[in-house]
C-alpha cells in the first residue's frame, strides 16, 4: 500500500514485550500481556479498542506517564523503560506532545501562558517562551486570544490551544487521547484536519486512541487491542471500521 | 522554572481563591503582628527598667545602720545611729571605691510664700549628685565651698518644685525648712520613679553640713541615716562589699562573734533582678506570640493540603508537559512562602499600629525595631517553608497517571 510508511524511514517507537499488570492488594490485574509495536517517524496510526482492551494503559506508557511491568521500550532510541522520573519528564517535555479527550488547558491561565508552560518547563525564559507560544497560537489560528482565558473560548478552539501546547515544544511524536470525544462532529473535523496537516507538512509522528471509526479514517495505520494483546496491525484502508 | 516564573504562579494560584488566601493570611498576619508587638513590648519594658536602674545608679551599695535593741524592744533597720560621716570618709579611701557619699535624711513641711509641702529633705555632698549621675535642669548644684561655708542653699526635685512653685522658675526664690531660709540654687532633672515606685523628683537637697548644723538633729555627732558606696566597676563589687564590711566591723569594734551593725544592700543584685523579671517577660511574651504564629503555619498547612488535593489534575497537566517533581514541589513551597511573607509584612502593620496605640494610651513607649521585623520576616519564611513543605511533597509525589486520571 501506498499509505505504509517507508521502510528507509527510522523507527520512532520500538516496543518489545510490554506487560503492565496493577496490583492491589493481594490481586494482581495483567492489563497488557506483551504488545510488540514498531512506529516509524512520520506514520499517523490510530489505536482502537475497546474500554478494558488495556489502550489507555498503552498510551500513558506510550507518553512516559507509566513505566511497563515488563518489556523494553525504545523511544527515539532511547530505552525510556527503566529511567528515573526527571529523565521522564525530560522526555515528556521534549520528545513528546499530548492532546487530551478534556483539553486539559489551566482554567487561570491566560492561554498565551498555557501554550508556554511546557517551554518554561524546558527552561526558556519567560518572554522567549511567551513569544514562541504566541507564534505556536497563530500557526493554530488563534492569534488574537492570546490573552483570553480557557473558558472564554469554544471546546474546539481549546483544542486547538492544546494542539498549540503540545507543538510548542517541538516534538517526534503525538499523542492524542480520543481528542475529539468532546467535540462535534464539525468541529471534530477541523481538528483531525489540523492533524492531518501538521503530519503531512511537519512530519510529525501522530499516535491517535479512539473508538470512533470516523477518527480512526484519518490514520494510515491501525492498531486494534484487545484484552491486552494486539489483534490487528495494518493499514486502515484493510480493516473492517 | 526561573524565580520570577515562580513567583507569578504562586500569586496566580493566590489571586484564583482570594477569599480563601486572604483567611490563610490572616492566621499569618495575627501570629507575625503577635510577635512582632510582644516583643516590642517585651523590649521596652526592659528599656523602661533600664533606664529605672541607671537613674537609680550603677554599681550601687547602700548602706544602713543596723538594728538597735533597747529594752529589749528591737527597732527596724536603720533605728540605731552607728553610721558616722567619718565612716563614710574611710570607705571613700578601699581600692576600687570611687565615691562614697554619707547622706542624712528627714521628711519636713517646706514652704514657699503661701504654699508649704512635705518633702524629704537630704543632706548630702556633692559627690551624692555624682553617683546618681544627676544634673540641675536649671540653675546648679552645690559644691565643696557651699559644704564648708554651711551655705542655706537648696537644689530641689521637679515634684517638689511644681508643688512649691507652679510653672514658676524656682531658681533664686527662698523656701523655708524648719524656718530657716534657703536659696534655691537649682532644679534637677526629671529622674521619675525608682524601681520601689516612690518618687525621685519629690525631694530638696541642702549641704550634708549645713543640714547638720541647722535642720536635721542626730543623737549623735557626725552620724547619719545611710551612706551611699558606688565601686568602680561591676566586676569589683564582690571585694568591695567584703572590703565595706571588714573596714566598718574593724571602726566600729566589733567582735568577731558579734553581728554586724549595719547592713550592706547590693543595689545590682535588685537591678539584676529586675533585669531578669523583663528578659522573662520578653520571653513570655514572644512565646505567647510565637504560638499564634504556630497556630497560622498550621492553617496554611491544611490549606495546602486542600489545594493539592483540588488540584490534583491540574498537577498531573503539568507532569505530562514535562514539569519535574522539584517543579512542582517548588511551585507549592513557593506558594506557602508567598502567603506567608505577604501575611508577615501586613502583620508588621499591624503590629506597628498596635504599638502606636499601646504609646498612645499606655505609659510604655513602644517602638519596633528593624531587629523584630527582621526576626518576623525570617520566621514568617521558616513557617511557610516548614508548613508547605509536607503538603508540596505530598504534591510532588503523586504519580503522573494518576493524578491526570483525578477528577
Not at chain 2, 517553608?385 to 504534591?395: E, S
Request: net charge neutral; with cysteine; proline share 3%.
Amino acid at each position: 500500500m501506498a499509505a505504509l510508511p517507508q521502510p528507509a524511514a527510522s523507527a520512532l517507537i520500538e516496543l518489545a514485550g510490554i506487560r503492565k499488570s496493577y496490583v492491589t492488594g493481594d490481586i494482581e490485574t495483567p492489563v497488557l500481556h506483551g504488545i510488540d509495536l514498531t512506529i516509524r517517524r512520520g506514520e499517523f496510526v490510530a489505536i482502537m479498542g475497546q474500554s478494558g482492551s488495556g489502550k489507555s494503559t498503552l498510551m500513558n506508557i506510550l507518553g512516559c506517564l507509566d513505566t511497563p511491568s515488563a518489556g523494553s521500550y525504545f523511544l527515539n532510541g532511547e530505552d525510556v523503560a527503566h529511567l528515573s522520573d526527571n529523565a521522564l519528564a525530560k522526555v515528556r517535555n521534549k520528545t513528546i506532545g499530548f492532546v487530551f479527550q478534556g483539553f486539559n488547558l489551566l482554567k487561570r491561565m491566560p492561554l498565551v501562558d498555557n501554550v508556554a508552560l511546557p517551554l518554561l518547563y524546558a527552561g526558556a525564559s519567560m518572554a522567549e517562551a511567551r513569544r514562541r507560544a504566541a507564534a505556536k497560537l497563530a500557526q493554530t489560528g488563534l492569534g488574537e486570544f492570546t490573552r483570553r482565558l480557557p473558558n472564554q473560548i469554544s471546546g474546539g478552539q481549546q483544542q486547538r490551544v492544546a494542539i498549540a501546547r503540545s507543538l510548542v515544544c517541538d516534538p517526534a511524536l503525538i499523542l492524542a487521547d480520543e481528542p475529539t470525544g468532546n467535540l462535534d462532529t464539525a468541529t471534530s473535523r477541523e481538528i483531525m484536519d489540523l492533524f492531518t496537516r501538521l503530519n503531512a507538512e511537519q512530519g510529525i509522528t501522530m499516535l491517535i486512541v479512539t473508538h470512533e471509526a470516523d477518527v480512526a479514517r484519518y490514520a494510515r495505520r491501525l492498531v486494534r487491542l484487545k484484552d491486552g494483546l494486539v489483534t490487528y496491525d495494518g493499514p486502515v484502508a484493510d480493516a473492517h471500521l | 522554572m526561573s524565580f520570577w516564573q515562580v513567583m507569578i504562579e504562586a500569586f496566580r494560584a493566590m489571586g484564583m481563591n482570594r477569599l480563601r488566601a486572604g483567611l490563610t493570611m490572616l492566621g499569618i498576619i495575627i501570629g507575625v503582628g503577635a510577635v512582632v508587638l510582644m516583643l516590642a513590648i517585651g523590649e521596652s519594658v526592659r528599656t523602661d527598667i533600664n533606664q529605672r536602674i541607671a537613674a537609680m545608679g550603677s554599681n550601687l551599695f547602700i548602706i544602713f545602720p543596723g538594728s538597735s535593741t533597747s529594752n529589749g524592744v528591737r527597732a527596724g533597720r536603720g533605728a540605731a545611729q552607728t553610721l558616722t560621716q567619718a565612716d563614710a570618709q574611710s570607705l571613700a579611701s578601699i581600692e576600687n571605691v570611687q565615691y562614697s557619699a554619707p547622706i542624712l535624711t528627714q521628711p519636713f513641711q517646706v514652704s514657699a510664700g503661701n504654699n508649704n509641702w512635705n518633702a524629704m529633705v537630704y543632706g548630702v555632698t556633692p559627690d551624692y549628685f555624682s553617683i546618681k549621675a544627676w544634673d540641675t535642669d536649671l540653675g546648679s548644684l552645690f559644691g565643696e565651698v557651699e559644704m564648708r561655708s554651711l551655705s542655706r542653699v537648696a537644689i530641689v526635685g521637679r515634684t517638689t518644685a511644681q508643688n512649691l512653685f507652679g510653672e514658676m522658675n524656682p531658681v533664686g526664690q527662698t523656701i523655708r525648712i524648719r524656718n530657716k531660709p534657703f536659696e534655691i540654687i537649682g532644679v534637677l532633672a526629671d529622674k521619675g520613679s525608682d524601681l520601689g515606685g516612690g518618687d525621685q523628683d519629690d525631694a530638696v537637697f541642702i549641704p550634708l553640713s549645713t543640714a547638720r548644723q541647722q535642720v536635721i538633729r542626730t543623737w549623735f555627732p557626725g552620724s547619719v541615716n545611710m551612706i551611699m558606696v558606688q565601686a568602680a566597676s561591676a566586676e569589683r563589687m564582690k571585694d568591695v562589699e567584703y572590703d565595706i564590711t571588714q573596714t566598718l566591723r574593724i571602726r566600729h569594734r566589733i567582735r568577731e562573734d558579734q553581728e554586724d551593725d549595719f547592713t550592706v544592700r547590693d543595689l545590682s543584685a535588685i537591678a539584676e533582678a529586675a533585669q531578669g523579671i523583663a528578659t522573662m517577660l520578653t520571653l513570655l511574651l514572644g512565646a505567647i506570640g510565637s504560638i499564634s504564629l504556630i497556630v497560622g503555619g498550621i492553617g496554611i498547612m491544611n490549606i495546602m493540603l486542600v489545594s493539592v488535593t483540588e488540584r490534583t489534575r491540574e498537577i498531573g497537566i503539568r507532569m505530562a508537559l514535562g514539569a519535574k517533581r522539584r517543579d512542582v514541589l517548588l511551585q507549592f513551597l513557593t506558594e506557602a512562602i508567598v502567603i506567608c511573607v505577604c501575611g508577615g509584612a501586613v502583620g508588621v502593620g499591624v503590629a506597628y499600629l498596635g504599638s502606636i496605640a499601646i504609646t498612645k494610651f499606655s505609659p510604655l513607649a513602644v517602638g519596633i525595631s528593624p531587629a523584630g521585623i527582621a526576626i518576623a520576616f525570617t520566621f514568617s519564611a521558616i513557617v511557610g517553608v516548614f508548613f508547605g513543605f509536607y503538603p508540596a511533597r505530598r504534591a510532588a509525589g503523586l504519580r503522573p497517571v494518576e493524578a491526570l486520571r483525578y477528577e
